[in-house]
Structures are given as structure tokens and as C-alpha cells.
Nanobody, 124 residues
């Protein structure tokens, strides 16, 4: 069974950067599509970024396009989210998630495995 553990969250000032990492263990990471989502207090879980199983496709929410970059290393079973030029509205708990299939997936319900989340707080 695939398990996911996020790390790298923290407190950062506006305009700063953070790099989130998600380490996978268990079965079949390399053939899974991966996504990053975030959830702020009182709000629904929101799509942030997607990467296909072989990294040939990526997709971003409009709110993070040009600032965030998703990447993966199948040899190390990790997926990362590089976040630059952070804004207060980026404050949330960030989750990585795994899914099957080859399409671009942006709905939380399309993902079957989730990490426990890591807090990102951007102070102004």
C-alpha cells in the first residue's frame, strides 16, 4: 500500500520561497500521477499542481502558475513543490496525493492516497 509523507512547510515572509517534499513508500509510486492540494481554514481543499507518472505533463492552478513548480524523482519516490514569490493567500495546509490514470487530474475525489499535510504560513 502506498503511503505519503509531506515535509518542508513552515513560516515564511511575503515574497519568500519554500520547497515542499513528499516521500512515498510502499507499492507502485512510479506509475502514479501525483498532485498537490491545499486547504485553508474554513475552505475546501483546492487543487494546486499535477504531474503525470513520467513527468511529461504538468498542470497548475491559475493562482500559482508561474510561481510554483512541481517535479518528481521516481528513482527516489519523491515529488516536490517549489514555491516562489509566496503570498499571504498561499497560507494553508498542503497535501500531496497519488492517483491512477493518465489524464490530468484536478479534483480531490480523483486521488486515492493522501499524506497527512504540512503547514505553510506566509506572513505579511
Amino acid at each position: 500500500q502506498l503511503q505519503l509523507v509531506e515535509s518542508g512547510g513552515g513560516l515564511v515572509q511575503v515574497g519568500g520561497s519554500l520547497r515542499l517534499s513528499c516521500a512515498a513508500s510502499g507499492l507502485a509510486f512510479s506509475d502514479r500521477a501525483m498532485g498537490w492540494f491545499r486547504q485553508a481554514p474554513g475552505k475546501e481543499r483546492q487543487f494546486v499542481a499535477f504531474i503525470s507518472w513520467n513527468a511529461d505533463r504538468t498542470h497548475y492552478a491559475d493562482s500559482v502558475k508561474g510561481r510554483f513548480t512541481i517535479s518528481r524523482d521516481n528513482a527516489r519516490s519523491t515529488v516536490a513543490l517549489q514555491m516562489n514569490d509566496l503570498k499571504p493567500e498561499d497560507t494553508a495546509v498542503y497535501y500531496c496525493a497519488a492517483a491512477s490514470g493518465t489524464a490530468v487530474l484536478i479534483k480531490p475525489t480523483e486521488y486515492t492516497t493522501w499524506g497527512q499535510g504540512t503547514q505553510v504560513t506566509v506572513s505579511s
